[in-house]
Nanobody
Framework: QVQLVESGGGLVQAGGSLRLSCAAS????????MGWYRQAPGKQRELVAA???????NYADSVKGRVTMSRDNAKDTVYLEMNSLNAEDTGVYYC????????????????????WGQGTQVTVSS
């Protein structure tokens, strides 16, 4: 069992930056592939970024060049550094962890993730 707790969301002006954190507990974090998703009001949840157990990353086209996902296995934490934020980045951001048998795989589908955090709100004002 893995527990995930996101933090770092808030209100930011367009063009600003935020750093989200997701602290994991309850399992061997270093083997889990992880993902950040977001859900805007009235829209489906979508993948923002994903990272494998070895640190290989993948990003949605809408955030490439503006977002960096990283992990610190010593702290059981993943991060999402977001720059040049715009109104379309507004939404609830969720951290997700894939089960151990997907270690090393780039997980891009929601169904590949087994554990989810409660989400943190990001609001970008124009």
């Amino acid at each position: 069992q893995v527990q995930l707790v996101e933090s770092g969301g808030g209100l930011v002006q367009a063009g600003g930056s935020l750093r989200l954190s997701c602290a994991a507990s309850g399992s061997i974090f270093s083997i889990n592939s992880m993902g950040w998703y977001r859900q805007a009001p009235g829209k489906q949840r979508e993948l923002v970024a994903a990272i494998t157990s070895s640190g290989s990353t993948n990003y949605a086209d809408s955030v490439k060049g503006r977002v960096t996902m990283s992990r610190d296995n010593a702290k059981d934490t993943v991060y999402l550094e977001m720059n040049s934020l715009n109104a379309e980045d507004t939404g609830v951001y969720y951290c997700a962890a894939a089960p151990w048998y997907r270690s090393g795989y780039q997980c891009e589908l929601m169904g590949e993730y087994e554990y989810w955090g409660q989400g943190t709100q990001v609001t970008v004002s124009s």
